[in-house]
Every structure is written in C-alpha cells, then in structure tokens.
C-alpha cells in the first residue's frame, strides 16, 4: 500500500476519555491551550517536545513535535476549528511521515465542564483517516491519551499549587 492510501479500523477509530481535575476550568484550559504548559504534558510517559508552537484562534495552528525515548520525532500539526473559552476547543491533528506524507488525521474536541471548582474533561479524539501504517499506533492511541491525560494532572496540579 503506498503511503496515501487509506485505513481505518471502525474499532479505533474513535476514542472517548473523561478526567476529572481537582482545578477549576479557567485554569485546566489554560494549560492544555498555553505553549508552556502544553509542551510539559503532551505525548506519553517519556516523551517530550521540542517543539510546541499554538496560534490559538479559529483557522490558527497547533505544532507539536514529539520526540520520543529513542530518539526519534514525530511532527504533529493540525488546526483550530473551534475555540469556547474555557469550555470547549476543536481541532485537527495529523501525524505526518519522514516524507512530509500525512499518516494520521484525527478531529479532536475537548470540552471543559467545571463544577464545584473541579473541572471534567472530556477528549473525544475521531480518527478521519490513516495509512495502514498507523495500525500500531490507533492500537495504542487509547493508552497514549490514557499517559497524556495523567501528566496533564500533574501539570494542572502543579499549576493550581502555585495559583493558589
């Protein structure tokens, strides 16, 4: 199968996370929308990013580049499509090939639902399309998010320690 060919388990094509954040939502959004912030928590346990650029505005960009514990990137851009203040944001990722080829797009909503000052997050992430070769990753894209969403908590935790 050549690199733009398209492929989408209807199992992992689309993945539901709900957390719950001892925080309230101003604060929850601002470290999942702010560069800094986003960079300390985004991508699995032992990853990190070189690169975290966000334009955040509908029509902005969001630019992350993993890098993983080897070594290697894994440049991700997407889009803005919609953006609530504090309550909701949308937006496109695609993982893109060494070739500059797009692997993987998926549409990402998250929603911010604060109650009692704690914050429940909801991540709805739908694969649109991917290349054959991005089956091992939609197999581990629940537990990526899973890693993600657990060091998001101790970067809102962190956050609300020095806030507060």
Same mark, same amino acid.
């Given at each position: 199968m050549t690199a733009r060919a398209e492929f989408?388990?209807?199992d992992k094509a689309n993945l539901v996370l709900t957390r719950t954040f001892?925080?309230?939502?101003?604060?929850v959004y601002k470290v999942w929308?702010? %560069?800094?912030?986003?960079?300390?928590w985004w991508g699995p346990?032992? #990853? *990190?990013?070189?690169?975290?650029?966000?334009?955040?505005?509908?029509?902005?960009?969001i630019r992350i580049h993993m890098k993983g514990p080897d070594g290697r990137m894994? %440049?991700?851009?997407? *889009? #803005?499509? +919609?953006?609530? +203040?504090?309550?909701?944001?949308?937006? *496109?990722?695609?993982?893109?090939?060494e070739d500059g080829v797009t692997m993987l797009e998926a549409l990402n909503t998250v929603t911010f639902t604060e109650k009692d000052g704690k914050t429940e997050l909801t991540l709805h992430a739908q694969v649109l399309r991917a290349t054959e070769a991005m089956?091992?990753?939609?197999?581990?894209m629940e537990e990526g998010w899973s890693q993600s969403l657990e060091k998001l908590? *101790?970067?809102?935790?962190a956050a609300a320690e020095t806030a507060g």
């Open positions: 989408v388990p209807a001892n925080a309230p939502a101003a604060l929308t702010d %560069p800094y912030h986003l960079a300390q346990h032992c #990853f *990190t990013n070189p690169v975290c650029e966000v334009d955040l505005r509908p029509g902005g960009v894994y %440049p991700s851009n997407g *889009t #803005f499509k +919609e953006i609530v +203040e504090n309550e909701r944001l949308v937006f *496109t990722s695609t993982y893109d090939g089956a091992p990753a939609l197999d581990g908590a *101790t970067v809102v935790a």
